[in-house]
């Protein structure tokens, strides 16, 4: 195959996104990239190494949008924290396939290192340090990608969960006015308002120290 004009990390990293996107996550490798750059295999580790650097380009090409907190100023830390988050669900949400890459390697690519501190940062601005401010971090953390999981494999609000509303109400009876609750819900709402109730609940650790 020739070898395309110009080639760049970006684009390398844009061309493993669209396979993982059009196939599956389990389809990204040098070959799958490769072909779709339109360049032989052996070719394409001129760029990157292999299969892991791939799946660190494709980590900070999701992530690139994402805008790192400023100056505090007048702006409560709580504020920032939700702002921030509310990008990283945006961006991971665009791309929900690629959320288990953003897990696994969010220890070794700039893009989740750099929103990570900044998280870190405005924790440590709110008075939290030690294993608190650990705590804090991961539940956050989790309830971002908790939420975009739920969104796309199992939404109470989704087509899937129809049944739900259905069920024996002698049984379940909170579990169905539940399901139906939620399809009047947007998952965007879902998130912020979850968001709320965490950092509630980080202050009231706080207040309680």
Not at 6 to 25: C, K, N, Q, Y
Not at 55 to 64: G, I, P, S
Not at 105 to 133: N, V
């Amino acid at each position: 195959m020739p070898r395309p004009r110009s080639l760049t990390l970006p684009g390398i990293a844009d061309a493993a996104l669209t396979v993982i996107e059009r196939e599956g996550l389990a389809a990204l490798s040098m070959r799958s990239v490769a072909s779709a750059l339109g360049m032989g295999t052996m070719s394409l580790y001129r760029y990157v190494e292999g299969r892991e650097a791939l799946e660190a380009l494709v980590v900070d090409a999701v992530m690139r949008d994402v805008r790192l907190p400023g100056p505090a100023g007048d702006t409560p830390w709580t504020e920032r924290v939700k702002t921030l988050l509310g990008q990283v669900r945006g961006a991971v949400a665009r791309h929900p396939c690629v959320a288990p890459l953003v897990l696994t390697r969010r220890h070794c690519t700039e893009g989740t290192l750099a929103w990570a501190e900044a998280l870190l940062a405005l924790l440590t601005e709110g008075g939290f340090e030690g294993l608190g401010r650990l705590v804090a971090l991961r539940t956050l953390v989790s309830h971002v990608f908790g939420s975009v999981q739920l969104m796309h494999l199992g939404a109470l609000s989704g087509e899937g969960t129809a049944a739900l509303t259905q069920l024996d109400t002698g049984r379940h009876p909170l579990l169905r006015q539940t399901a139906g609750d939620a399809r009047r819900l947007p998952p965007d709402e879902e998130f912020r308002r979850g968001l709320d109730v965490v950092l509630l609940g980080l202050e009231a650790t706080l207040a309680r120290r």
